[in-house]
């Protein structure tokens, strides 16, 4: 248990749905971030949060849309994906950008499958 | 671009024996973090280093920061099959930006 929480932990879903992942984290963090890990790439990062501010996108499309209502949860929001995308997502925290301990905690990651 | 190199790739040993992965960056960074990941699963923090020179560890595992902070490597003592899983490396540049990877090293430990 690393204090980072991520639901569902499976969604499979068709190329027209529309979904949302979860990401919840009791650390007291101000950060929070998204990854995406896709078999044999590096852990790409999409989104980065610091104090609800998004401070980093990473040329993400616009079918990921991330949301950040407090800095204990964040979101991101799926719509008409592409086979392309499934992958693991997933959610970390760690201590605001700037301070000398930001290691991150990362969530068990949702396994989203495009069909 | 931000680039950390891994090696090797993956990694088969017998149960009690050493071994050493290493993680390299082109430039200098401010904290390095090793991580391992089962699969399919999320990444579990071991170890963070952020002087040159430095060296940690935990248990069987040590990790070290060469002077220059550019150069990482994870040591592991009399392995086990508990320890296999999926090494990844991830660093900052400034501590104001963000953590980027490295592909990862895959142990398997046969008993």
């Known amino acids: 248990e690393t204090g980072v929480t991520q639901t569902p932990r499976h969604l499979v879903m068709g190329m027209t749905n529309k979904k949302s992942l979860k990401c919840e984290q009791h650390?007291?963090?101000?950060?929070m971030y998204w990854y995406k890990q896709s078999a044999k790439k590096p852990l790409e990062l999409m989104f980065v949060y610091n104090f609800k501010e998004q401070t980093e996108n990473n040329s993400v499309p616009s079918r990921f849309s991330p949301e950040c209502p407090n800095s204990s949860h964040l979101f991101l929001h799926l719509h008409t994906l592409q086979p392309e995308d499934s992958a693991l997502y997933l959610c970390?925290?760690?201590?605001?950008?700037?301070?000398?301990?930001?290691?991150?905690?990362f969530g068990q990651g949702t396994r989203l499958t495009v069909v | 671009s931000q680039e950390l190199e891994q090696s090797p790739q993956s990694l088969i040993v017998q149960e009690g024996k050493n071994l050493t992965i290493n993680c390299t960056s082109s430039?200098?960074?401010?904290?390095l973090y090793w991580y391992k990941q089962k699969y399919g699963e999320g990444l579990i923090f071991l170890m963070m280093l952020q002087k040159g020179g430095e060296e940690k560890s935990h248990e069987k595992i040590t990790a070290k920061l060469d002077e220059k902070k550019q150069q990482s490597s994870l040591h592991i003592t009399a392995s086990q099959p508990s320890h296999a899983g999926i090494y990844l490396c991830g660093a900052d540049e400034t501590g104001a930006n963000n953590l980027f990877f490295g592909t990862g090293t895959r142990l398997t430990v046969i008993p």
């Open positions: 430039k200098t960074l401010y904290g």
């Open positions: 650390l007291g963090h101000n950060a």
């Open positions: 970390a925290s760690s201590q605001e950008l700037g301070t000398e301990h930001r290691e991150a905690f």
